[in-house]
């Protein structure tokens, strides 16, 4: 093969039109997320963003830390609700249900992870995705959202 591959090429096996849902990819991570918890040496996942042009790259721009993460910490497809802060809750939020979250309730941080694979987009939900970081920020918590579009 010639070409180099991307994470594209992860999502569409084995075939575009046949291949493994974001619920599939997005358990996937959790899981390696929480092998990392348990593996001190190495407890976090680097993130980086794609860069594209004729010499495309994928720079660094951060991490995931996954240091004392625990499973009840590890949410995937969570319908967000009050009970995730123990406050009143916007009802703009009530239907939405990210791809991942990462929550720890005694740290107060919590970090939202939307992937979409083959062609799908976070479209509207990106701004409602904002609207919840920015008011779980103004409530006391430490929140992030992170989006891949593959």
Not at 60 to 69: E, K, S
């Given at each position: 093969m010639d070409r180099?591959?991307?994470?594209?090429d992860l999502f569409g096996h084995p075939y575009p039109v046949l291949h493994n849902s974001e619920s599939w990819w997005s358990t996937i991570f959790s899981l390696l997320v929480?092998?990392?918890a348990r593996h001190p040496e190495s407890p976090s996942l680097?993130?980086?963003e794609c860069k594209?042009?004729?010499k495309w790259s994928y720079d660094?721009?951060?991490?995931?830390?996954?240091?004392?993460?625990a499973f009840r910490d590890v949410l995937v497809e969570p319908k967000l609700t009050e009970k995730l802060i123990s406050s009143?809750?916007?009802?703009?939020?009530?239907?939405?249900?990210?791809?991942?979250?990462?929550?720890q309730s005694e740290?107060?941080?919590?970090?939202?992870?939307e992937n979409k694979t083959l062609g799908a987009t976070v479209?509207?939900?990106?701004?409602?995705?904002?609207?919840?970081?920015d008011y779980l920020n103004g409530q006391g918590c430490e929140a992030q959202i992170h989006r891949y579009i593959c």
């Open positions: 180099r591959l991307n994470a594209t929480l092998y990392l680097p993130i980086k594209v042009g004729p660094p721009i951060g991490a995931v830390d996954c240091v004392g993460l009143t809750w916007p009802t703009a939020f009530l239907n939405l249900r990210p791809d991942i979250v990462l929550w740290r107060r941080k919590v970090l939202f992870i479209g509207e939900q990106l701004q409602l995705y904002l609207d919840v970081r």
